[in-house]
């Protein structure tokens, strides 16, 4: 094998990889810990995983001194709509389905690159064709019919699917807009700088969220079983599993790496089924199935009018 061929290979695995950490976060790990207050829960996934980067990368602070106004600006708004408010939604949404439905949840998350790309139509004014429109109806209609199957939806049964899939939605608008400030950020920045300042500031937020919200005495009902979990995210599933990402997107081609991401939904579907038991119905199958191909058909579209295009999320 030739050394690019070896390069695309681990590239490939590096990205796999760390698709289906994020898929065992969201099925398995996060859903621990639900006993906890979800804005302290978001806060200390942050927290925690910035104070052991600082070990590590604690030279990236002298970057700051060249950091102008608009760095900041873009920071801060990667950091509180990917960081604090996107993953503030999709916890929450995680919370409400209780341990069922775990995978339509993540599976929805997914469409975060129809979002991406309309937002990037508004803010960036980048042009948008007649195959996207048509893809990203497609995978909408398909969401839909994976939550809700051929039934229409009830709120007043209970259920909170319902619920937890407009979380899951509000996460993938967050992330999708996080994707197109980071595209401005990622100008001037490294991705190991955007990554280290992104979780630093996203903390900072946080606190806040926790402090007004009068989630900060959240410490005391933190157990042990709960520090386990968040140590294990922090280091494999959180940070770990980020850095691992980016040094496979530097190795391969961005469309192959879309491909590749697909681990995580589909990773969600098996650690659902072997943890919970929970297995999709038919008509929920073939939306996974249509919704995949619409969203690998909608990056296809997006790398070809924009090939220079960097995600983060």
């Given at each position: 094998?030739t050394?690019?061929?070896k390069?695309?290979?681990?590239?490939?695995?590096?990205?796999?990889?760390?698709?289906?950490?994020?898929?065992?976060?969201?099925?398995?790990?996060?859903p621990?810990?639900?006993?906890?207050?979800?804005?302290?829960?978001?806060?200390?996934?942050?927290?925690l995983?910035?104070?052991?980067m600082n070990?590590f990368?604690f030279?990236?602070y002298?970057?700051?001194?060249?950091?102008s106004?608009?760095?900041?600006?873009?920071?801060?708004?990667?950091?509180?709509?990917?960081?604090?408010?996107?993953?503030?939604a999709i916890?929450?949404?995680l919370?409400?389905?209780?341990f069922?439905?775990?995978?339509?949840?993540?599976?929805?998350?997914k469409l975060?690159?129809?979002?991406?790309?309309?937002?990037?139509?508004?803010?960036?004014r980048?042009r948008l064709?007649?195959?996207?429109?048509?893809w990203a109806?497609?995978?909408?209609v398909?969401?839909y019919?994976?939550?809700f199957g051929?039934s229409?939806p009830d709120?007043?049964t209970?259920?909170?699917?319902?619920?937890?899939?407009?979380?899951?939605?509000?996460?993938?608008f967050?992330?999708g807009?996080?994707?197109?400030l980071?595209?401005?950020?990622?100008?001037?920045l490294s991705?190991t700088?955007?990554t280290?300042?992104?979780?630093?500031?996203?903390?900072?937020?946080?606190?806040?969220f926790v402090?007004?919200a009068?989630?900060i005495?959240?410490?005391?009902?933190?157990?042990?079983?709960n520090?386990?979990?968040?140590?294990?995210?922090?280091i494999t599933?959180?940070?770990?599993?980020i850095?691992?990402y980016?040094?496979?997107?530097?190795?391969v081609p961005?469309m192959?790496?879309s491909?590749c991401?697909?681990c995580?939904?589909?990773?969600?579907?098996?650690?659902?089924?072997?943890?919970?038991?929970?297995?999709?119905?038919?008509?929920?199958?073939?939306s996974?199935a249509?919704?995949?191909?619409?969203?690998?058909?909608?990056?296809?579209?997006?790398?070809?009018?924009?090939p220079e295009?960097?995600?983060?999320s």
């Amino acid at each position: 094998m030739t050394k690019s061929g070896k390069s695309l290979v681990v590239g490939s695995l590096a990205i796999c990889i760390s698709a289906s950490l994020w898929g065992l976060d969201g099925i398995v790990l996060t859903p621990q810990l639900y006993n906890l207050n979800i804005n302290f829960v978001v806060f200390i996934l942050h927290a925690l995983p910035f104070l052991l980067m600082n070990i590590f990368f604690f030279r990236e602070y002298r970057h700051l001194a060249t950091f102008s106004g608009r760095d900041f600006l873009f920071l801060f708004l990667v950091s509180l709509t990917g960081g604090a408010l996107g993953t503030m939604a999709i916890v929450k949404a995680l919370f409400l389905v209780e341990f069922k439905d775990l995978s339509v949840v993540v599976l929805l998350q997914k469409l975060q690159p129809v979002f991406a790309i309309i937002l990037a139509a508004i803010l960036l004014r980048e042009r948008l064709n007649k195959s996207f429109a048509l893809w990203a109806a497609i995978a909408i209609v398909a969401g839909y019919f994976l939550t809700f199957g051929f039934s229409l939806p009830d709120f007043n049964t209970g259920d909170k699917t319902s619920l937890a899939a407009g979380y899951s939605l509000l996460a993938a608008f967050c992330f999708g807009s996080a994707t197109v400030l980071g595209k401005r950020l990622l100008r001037n920045l490294s991705f190991t700088s955007a990554t280290f300042y992104r979780y630093g500031f996203t903390s900072v937020i946080m606190l806040f969220f926790v402090i007004f919200a009068g989630s900060i005495g959240e410490f005391k009902n933190v157990t042990v079983h709960n520090w386990k979990i968040i140590l294990l995210i922090s280091i494999t599933v959180g940070s770990g599993a980020i850095f691992l990402y980016y040094f496979g997107l530097k190795k391969v081609p961005a469309m192959l790496a879309s491909i590749c991401e697909l681990c995580f939904p589909l990773s969600a579907i098996v650690f659902d089924y072997f943890f919970h038991n929970k297995i999709l119905s038919l008509v929920q199958w073939i939306s996974v199935a249509v919704m995949l191909i619409a969203i690998v058909r909608i990056n296809m579209t997006s790398r070809k009018q924009n090939p220079e295009s960097v995600e983060v999320s």
